[in-house]
């Protein structure tokens, strides 16, 4: 069982995670227009930390999880 503190901390995450997600797309799409990487050279840096730290945050949570269900 999850319970409500769990809950509420999760859904701040996927709302972080989604804020993320969305103003990430919005510097693609403003590089995309502009010029490409020639305009944001930093863009797929950006793109592979923000992932990178995403999938460690969920495998730390899924781990977290998993240990205290033993």
Known sequence: ???AKEKILL??????FAA???FLGVGI???MKNGGLTAC?????RIEV???TMTATVLALLT???LNKK
């Open 20 to 22: 993320q997600i969305f």
């Open 64 to 66: 977290g999880v998993s």
């Open 1 to 3: 069982m999850v319970s």
């Open 50 to 52: 923000t992932f990178g």
């Open 29 to 31: 799409n403003y590089c």
């Open 41 to 45: 050279p930093q863009i797929g840096k």
């Open 11 to 16: 859904t701040f995450l996927g709302c972080i």
